[in-house]
Nanobody, 122 residues
Framework: QVQVVESGGGLVQPGGSLRLSCAAS????????MGWYRQAPGKQRELVAV???????NYADSVKGRFTISRDNAKNTVSLQMNSLKPEDTAVYYC????????????????WGQGTQVTVSS
């Protein structure tokens, strides 16, 4: 079993900042990639940012230059620093972790957190 728990989020005014954090725990041998996705009401879930174990990153065009993803490989955590927030950033943000279990027979896993609400409004 792999657990993914997010923290952070909340209500912020346009132009403000928030920091989301995510921690993965359980039967983890290694993590390939950790990422953040978001889903606004009536829309499909979309990629926000992802970071590999080697530190390579990929961002959605809509957040480039405003959001920064970082991770601590030793602690199996990932963070998303969100600056210059806009009303269109309002969504539920989900953490995703992709890796290999530490079971006797290792298996690939892909786990999601429960989501955290980010609301950008004046």
């Amino acid at each position: 079993q792999v657990q993914v728990v997010e923290s952070g989020g909340g209500l912020v005014q346009p132009g403000g900042s928030l920091r989301l954090s995510c921690a993965a725990s359980g039967s983890i041998r290694s993590i390939n990639a950790m990422g953040w996705y978001r889903q606004a009401p009536g829309k499909q879930r979309e990629l926000v940012a992802v970071i590999t174990s080697g530190g390579s990153t990929n961002y959605a065009d809509s957040v480039k230059g405003r959001f920064t993803i970082s991770r601590d490989n030793a602690k199996n955590t990932v963070s998303l620093q969100m600056n210059s927030l806009k009303p269109e950033d309002t969504a539920v943000y989900y953490c995703n972790v992709d890796g290999i279990t530490s079971w006797y027979l290792p298996q690939h896993f892909n786990s999601w957190g429960q989501g955290t609400q980010v609301t950008v409004s004046s």
